[in-house]
């Protein structure tokens, strides 16, 4: 099983909109372009996945629809396991109830996101200290099903190589 784990784009500072709460808050006009261009490279470096989870929060799921509408990749399905406070724990039970995927997608929040990395690669969600920049994505190996500890990570990107990719 191959799993791309992104982190979402750049979102709305906290308290600066009208939206009801954290998880209404958008992406950013620049933020939601700027990935635009990322999910276009994403697209020529990996083939399509079978399976994209997101975390229902909008500026995930926004994430997640952006990859859709730029690579042609799946529409996402939501996860509340991919929610900001959620447990890395609970995103690997997940994934282990999908294993007809041969390449999943993984579109969440920080600290979540470099927890799953961690649990994943070491064993325990603080096993390995890994930095995903909004926009960011890594793309790990493992058996199906998943089991913590086991994966390679193939390669962890920040958002500035893959718009470098992109020509700028």
């Not at 079978?50 to 994430?63: H, M």
């Not at 929610?83 to 609970?90: H, V």
Request: proline share 8%; glycine share 8%; aromatic share 4%.
């Amino acid at each position: 099983m191959e799993i791309l784990l992104i982190r979402h784009a750049i979102a709305e500072e906290r308290g600066a909109g009208a939206w009801a709460g954290d998880c209404e808050r958008p992406l950013t006009t620049g933020g939601a372009e700027r990935f635009r261009r990322i999910a276009r490279v994403l697209a020529t470096v990996w083939d399509p996945p079978d399976l994209v989870l997101a975390s229902p929060y909008v500026r995930a799921w926004q994430t997640a629809l952006i990859l859709q509408e730029e690579s042609g990749w799946a529409a996402p399905a939501a996860c509340p396991e991919l929610e900001p406070m959620s447990q890395p724990a609970s995103v690997l039970t997940a994934l282990q109830a999908r294993t007809d995927a041969e390449r999943v997608v993984l579109v969440g929040h920080e600290p979540l996101m470099h927890g799953i990395l961690s649990l994943m690669l070491g064993g325990s969600s603080d096993a390995v200290s890994l930095e995903m920049k909004k926009g960011g994505a890594a793309l790990l190996r493992c058996d199906a099903p998943p089991v913590a500890g086991t994966a390679d990570l193939i390669w962890l990107l920040p958002p500035r190589v893959l718009l470098a990719v992109d020509g700028g």
